[in-house]
């Protein structure tokens, strides 16, 4: 045996009874708190940056292995969580613009509808100004003329009433226009959504493979303890 190899197998022995307080924490105190928990991601984090160092100073690829698990696991899970809180917030908001436009522009139609229909009864009332005034002036005049004053009356109201049905038309077509980028924007939060559930499957993988890592290096303690 390597004079060097029995410092290195104490520091090992050494870490490995270090870490089983860690190791209790995690599996007691942590495991209780939600899986991306910033205070348990932090911890997970921290605990995987130990392995890792360590592993890789004293050249146990086993624990080495295991830190990058556990680190790999915890900044894929915080992204997850990240990615997640950003789609939440841009679909708020991608909310919040949509129903201010819907507002807007209910607003708009409504001021329009209002206006279109005043300039409707002013016509209406308008006209019927003119037949009162061709039916006094009927008296004096030929029946040919008060007919000719009916007509250029009813012509003139359905000219009103055209240019109210194009307006709503008009309408219409920029409440639709409005809300597309909103729609866009919930789109676009779907997406991100999908990313973070993703991202989630990825770490989920990866604390399965740790899991397994912990299961097997418990299994060897075990057996290294009954020899």
Sequence with gaps: MNILTVPVTILRLQYTILRIPLQLVEDQLMSRLATESPARLMYERTLGVLDGAVGGALG???TERRGEALTERSDALARAAELEQEAARTEAEADTELETKRKQVHQEQE??????????????????????????????????????????????????????????????EAEKAAAAPAKAQL???????????????????????????KAKRRTETAANGQR
């Design 60 to 62: 146990d690829r086993d």
């Design 111 to 172: 001021a329009a509808r209002e206006a279109k229909q005043r300039d409707v009864e002013q016509a209406h009332r308008r006209e019927d100004e003119r037949k009162q005034a061709a039916e006094r002036d009927a008296e004096q005049r030929t029946q040919v003329a008060k007919k000719n004053a009916d007509q250029l009356a009813a012509q003139r109201t359905r000219t009103a009433e055209a240019e109210h049905r194009a307006e709503q038309t008009t309408l219409r």
């Design 187 to 213: 789109k676009d939060a779907a997406n991100k959504q999908d990313e973070a559930a993703d991202k989630r499957a990825r770490a989920d993988r990866v604390e399965k493979l740790a899991e397994a890592e």
